[in-house]
């Protein structure tokens, strides 16, 4: 139900942009997030949005990436600015409806070269 895009290799310091597509009504999410699992650690949060707007970043992304949102287009954004090798990993979409039911996409990788 949640289908990212694909994500790529960029150079540290350069720039991503994830896009994650659904079929369903963003406003049926409680919450949309995307995740990361980098080598060796287990998945972390890297980001969410609230139904009623409210974002939330971890600290190792701050003043980096953003998340934004589409409800017309149903999709959900990652602009990530300024990588770093250590954002290289696997990234995922999520989101949890009002039953806080889970729902995940399939993952994208991102390379960052150093």
């Known amino acids: 139900q949640l289908v990212e895009s694909e994500g790529g290799l960029v150079q540290a310091g350069g720039s991503l942009r994830l896009t994650c597509a659904t079929t369903?009504?963003?406003?049926?999410?409680?919450?949309m997030s995307w995740y990361r699992q980098v080598p060796g650690k287990q998945r972390e949060l890297v980001a969410h949005?609230?139904?009623?707007?409210?974002?939330y970043y971890a600290d190792f992304v701050k003043g980096r990436f953003t998340i934004s949102r589409d409800f017309a287009q149903r999709t959900l954004h990652l602009a990530m600015n300024n990588l770093k090798s250590e954002d290289t990993g696997d990234y995922y979409c999520?989101?949890?409806?009002?039953?806080?039911?889970?729902?995940w996409g399939q993952g994208t990788q991102v390379t960052v070269a150093s």
């Open positions: 369903a009504d963003l406003l049926g999410f409680r919450v």
């Open positions: 949005i609230t139904r009623d707007e409210n974002i």
């Open positions: 999520h989101g949890r409806d009002w039953g806080d039911e889970d729902y």
